[in-house]
């Protein structure tokens, strides 16, 4: 379960770089 623990910490970081990107346009 260790590959869904990382996939799902780099949906987080993926996420927040979108609502950076989201409040920057």
């Known amino acids: ?5 990382a ?3 780099m949906m987080s970081w993926r996420r927040r770089l979108q609502i950076a990107v989201n ?3």
């Open 23 to 25: 409040a920057a346009t």
């Open 1 to 5: 379960k260790g590959d869904l623990s």
């Open 7 to 9: 996939t799902s910490s």
